[in-house]
Nanobody, 122 residues
Framework: QVQLVESGGGLVQDGGSLRLSCAASGPTFSNYAMGWFRQAPGKEREFVAA????????YYADSVKGRFTISRDNRKNSVYLQMNSLKSEDTAVYYCAAARMLDATESHYEYWGQGTQVTVSS
């Protein structure tokens, strides 16, 4: 069982930056690939970024490529999402999730956090 808790969300102006963190409980964090997803009001939840178990491989949605960076620290059981050049369309609740393999498919993720709100004002 892996429990995930996100933090770092908030209100930021268009063009600003935020860093999201996700802390995982349990000794098996390094056994899981980690992903970030987001859900805007009235929309389906969508994939944002994912990172492999070791951190050597990453994968991004086209909409955030070049602006967002996913990273992890297995010693701290944490995964991060650095978000730069934020736009109003990035406004959403952001979730971290754990999967067995690096993947962009929501249904392949086994464990989910409760989410953190990111609001970008224009």
């Amino acid at each position: 069982q892996v429990q995930l808790v996100e933090s770092g969300g908030g209100l930021v102006q268009d063009g600003g930056s935020l860093r999201l963190s996700c802390a995982a409980s349990g000794p098996t964090f390094s056994n899981y690939a980690m992903g970030w997803f987001r859900q805007a009001p009235g929309k389906e939840r969508e994939f944002v970024a994912a990172i492999s178990r070791s951190g050597a491989s990453t994968y991004y949605a086209d909409s955030v490529k070049g602006r967002f960076t996913i990273s992890r620290d297995n010693r701290k059981n944490s995964v991060y999402l650095q978000m730069n050049s934020l736009k109003s369309e990035d406004t959403a609740v952001y979730y971290c999730a754990a999967a067995r393999m690096l993947d962009a498919t929501e249904s392949h993720y086994e464990y989910w956090g409760q989410g953190t709100q990111v609001t970008v004002s224009s």
